[in-house]
C-alpha cells in the first residue's frame, strides 16, 4: 500500500501519517510548510517507509511508481491563517483539489478529500447533517476557505461521476489534540495558551456561540475507516457533545487551574454561532463515534500544551 498525504505535515495530516504507517502502508507527506512544520514528522524521518517532500500541491506533482491513496488535507485551517494567507487558501482548496484528483485519476487510487463543517456557514439547520447546503457569506472574510471547500467538494464529485474517480469526502468538525499549534488561533490554543502563560482568556461576543469538540486519534479513525468504504458523499465526522464558548473557557480555567480573568470582544464577522454535527451516516456506515470524552482528551492535550509554553518561555 502507498499513500500519498497532501498537508501531511500539518496537525492532522501527521498524525494520518502515524497511522497509515502503523498500518504497513508507504507514505509520502507533501508540505510546503505555510502551516504545517517539519517538526510534526521529524519522528518519522528514519522509517524507510516514510518519504518528506516540500511541494505547494497548487503545482502539479509527479509521484514515480503507484499510488494506492491520495489524502487531500493541504490547507490553512484557521481563521488567523486563511486570513493571512486568503488566496493561497483559495488555490489549494482549487487548483490543489485539481491535482491531487488528477493524480488519483492517473494512479487509479482512491481520494479521500479534507472538508469541513465551514461549508454549513453560521448554519440555520442545528445540528448539521451532510444533506444540509448551508448558510455562507461568498465575499465575507470567511469565504476564501468556506467557499474554497465547497468548491473542493464539487470538483472532487464531478471526478468521481465523470472519470469514475473512487472518491471520498469527509467534513471535519473542530478538532483537538496534540501538535496544534500555540498560535494556530482556533478557540483551544488560544485559551490554553493563555490560560498557561497566566494571561486573560479572549471570549468573542458573550460566548454563548457553541463548538463541538473532537479529539484527534478519534477523527483519525473514522477517516481510516471511510477510506475503506465504497461512500463518495459527505460523511460528518466530530464529537456531537457540544459546549458554548463561555462554558468551554470555564473548563479550560478549572483544567490549568489558572485564575485568569476572561476577556471579553466583539464576535467576528461570520462567526458560526452554533456548531455540532450530526453523526447518524458515520454511525451507519463506518459503526463509528468518538470513544475520548473532552476531559480526557484535554487532560492530554494540557501536556503537549504546557511543554510548548515552557520551551516558548526558555527561548525568549
Known sequence: MRTVITGGAGFLGSHLCDRFLNEGSEVICIDNF???????????????????????????????????????FASPASPVDYLRHPIPTLKVGSLGTHNALGLAKLKKARLLLASTSEVYGDPQQHP????????????GVRG????????????????????????HIVRIFNTYGER??????????????????????????????TRSFCYV???????????????????????????SILDFAKEILSLTG??????????????????RPDIERAR?????????????????????????????????
Open 34 to 72: 505555510i502551516t504545517g512544520s517539519p517538526v510534526n514528522v521529524e519522528h518519522l524521518r528514519g522509517n524507510p517507509k516514510f518519504m518528506l517532500l516540500r511541494h505547494d500541491i497548487s503545482h502539479p506533482l509527479e509521484i514515480d511508481g503507484p499510488v494506492d491513496n491520495v489524502l487531500h
Open 128 to 139: 448539521q447533517r451532510e444533506d444540509y447546503w448551508g448558510h455562507v457569506n461568498p465575499i
Open 144 to 167: 476564501v476557505y468556506d467557499e474554497a471547500k465547497r468548491f473542493a467538494e464539487a470538483m472532487t464529485m464531478a471526478y468521481h461521476r465523470y472519470h469514475g474517480v473512487q472518491t
Open 180 to 209: 496544534m499549534r500555540l498560535d494556530d488561533g482556533r478557540v483551544l490554543p488560544n485559551l490554553m495558551g493563555q490560560a498557561l502563560r497566566g494571561e486573560p482568556l479572549t471570549v468573542y461576543g458573550d460566548g454563548s456561540q
Open 217 to 243: 486519534a478519534d477523527l483519525v479513525e473514522g477517516i481510516y475507516r471511510l477510506l475503506a468504504i465504497d461512500f463518495a458523499e459527505p460523511v460528518n465526522l466530530g464529537n456531537p457533545h457540544e459546549v
Open 258 to 275: 489558572s485564575r485568569s480573568p476572561l476577556d471579553f470582544k466583539p464576535l467576528p464577522q461570520d462567526d458560526p454561532k452554533v456548531r
Open 284 to 316: 451507519r456506515l463506518l459503526g463509528w463515534e468518538p470513544k475520548v470524552d473532552r476531559h480526557e482528551g484535554l487532560s492530554r492535550t494540557l501536556e503537549y500544551f504546557r511543554q510548548k509554553v515552557r520551551s516558548k518561555a526558555a527561548e525568549g
